[in-house]
């Protein structure tokens, strides 16, 4: 923990603080999806922007921020660490925080051209069935256009290819398919074509003869293999936010794993809760193995397998086939005391299954569910969940995209881990005894 004083607002009195202070204090909004840590950044850049923190003044403690804006400890040391990377802040362990600077470092909105492109293939189909898909795409969106203050284009995978310089040797190359091309690069036979666009400082790709501009800085969200392939062979400087997990790269891809905070839940309601009989409704897709993965080792750590009627897998993600593997369970004559669904869309589902059985969440039954959709926490009651980090991949993939200009080298790809967010679904085990009953 940092400390120190600070030249900023302590002591002054309601009357003395300014209007603008006032208007910037009340920017923090609990209730936004926006993570709170995004948004205490946004103040005090807005802050030091307008004067009220002057640079070389020494910012309040990160426990009196903890107090003032009624945030976790965590959430304010998060935003400190951002805001130091970024240039804006100076810490001195034991000496306090300081303002280094109004303007970051060099990033992609101190660029000349710093327009960004997004790419946003859309499967429609997939979105109609699965309305999660379109949640997933609009939150990692979100992060980047709130991380980002320059312009950005959101292309689909056609259009950034259109829009890309490409020597007339590709061209030839690419009709006869990327994998081929992929192949003999791997043999040694020939090397992947670059275009010769020479860049000037800040990673700024010159024009060509013709006077056209390459695309230089894309974010693509879960793209193709060979659309990769394809941007490497331009030149064009870009990241990979890869929800999917399909890329095994180690250098500029923003990532995420599952199973920490899905374990994270059933360590909370093995030893804090006191559950036994615990079920799971999982998706039988790949992308969800690793959610039944943390559930059986959960249940291993502490002694106990699971009951085969209480481990129900479905092929689909809606709410209506939530209910009905709830149904499922609930009429197996093996009644759980908890169950982890693996989406929330589908626990919303399973808790009106629940309900239509006539028991009570969470007194005869604990729900818990993963994603942290908005409105879980509106539902009754407000459902637990393992947070999934959507939201921070978009804001993490401008700043490893940031650094790529900044240096011109690849950067190591970041995981980011799955939380625990802990709501009334979940309740102690009912009956005390059933604590006591080992999985067979």
């Known amino acids: 923990m940092y400390s120190g ?47 009220i923190y002057k640079v070389g003044s020494r910012l309040p403690t990160e426990i009196e921020m903890k107090q003032t804006f009624k945030l ?9 660490r951002d805001m130091t990377l970024e240039g804006y ?15 970051p470092r060099m990033t992609l909105n101190s660029i000349a051209t710093p327009e960004l492109i997004i790419e946003c293939s859309h499967n429609w189909e997939s979105e109609m069935i699965n309305p999660l898909n379109w949640f997933i795409s609009s939150q990692v969106h979100k992060g980047v256009i709130n991380s980002y203050s320059g312009t950005i284009r959101l292309l689909d995978c056609m259009e950034i290819s259109s829009a890309l310089v490409i020597n007339p040797g590709l061209r030839q190359e690419r009709s006869r398919g990327s994998s081929l091309r992929r192949q003999e690069a791997m043999a040694g036979k020939r090397p992947l074509h670059k275009c010769q666009f020479p860049r000037d400082f800040g990673g700024r790709s010159c024009c060509d003869a013709a006077g056209r501009t390459p695309v230089a800085n894309i974010i693509l969200l879960n793209p193709k293999p060979g659309m990769v392939d394809e941007l490497r062979a331009t030149g064009a400087v870009f990241v990979v936010i890869d929800h999917d997990q399909k890329f095994k790269n180690s250098h500029n891809r923003v990532t995420w794993e599952q199973f920490s905070g899905v374990y994270e839940l059933m360590s909370y309601l093995i030893n804090d809760l006191g559950h036994r009989e615990i079920g799971i409704i999982y998706g039988r897709s790949r992308h969800h193995q690793d959610r039944l993965a943390a559930y059986h080792i959960g249940l291993k750590t502490a002694g106990m397998t699971a009951r085969d009627a209480l481990v129900i897998g479905t092929d689909e993600g809606t709410e209506k086939s939530g209910y ?8 197996s004559g093996q009644r759980p005391t908890a169950v982890f669904v693996d989406t929330d869309i589908k626990a919303l589902g399973a808790m009106a299954a629940v309900r239509e059985h006539g028991l009570q969440i969470p007194r005869d039954i604990s729900i818990a569910g993963f994603d942290d959709v908005p409105g879980s926490e509106a539902v009754n009651p407000p459902l637990t969940t393992v ?32 939380i625990l967010v802990k709501r009334e679904s979940c309740g102690p085990v009912p009956n005390p005894e059933m604590s006591k009953r080992c999985f067979s």
């Open 324 to 331: 009905e593997m709830m149904k499922q369970i609930l009429s």
């Open 89 to 103: 802040l100076l810490r001195k362990r034991g000496g306090g925080t300081f303002v280094k600077s109004v303007t």
């Open 72 to 80: 976790s400890g965590a959430t304010v040391a998060r935003a400190m």
């Open 5 to 51: 004083g600070h030249a900023g607002t302590r002591g002054k009195t309601a009357a003395q603080m300014t209007v603008k202070e006032h208007v910037v204090k009340e920017l923090i909004d609990t209730a936004a999806d926006i993570p709170k840590y995004h948004q205490l950044k946004e103040l005090i850049k807005a802050k030091i922007k307008a004067g």
């Open 387 to 418: 947070r999934a980090p959507y939201y921070e991949m978009g804001c993490e993939a401008v700043r490893m995209l940031e650094r790529r200009v900044s240096t011109g080298d690849d950067v190591p790809a970041l995981t980011l881990k799955t």
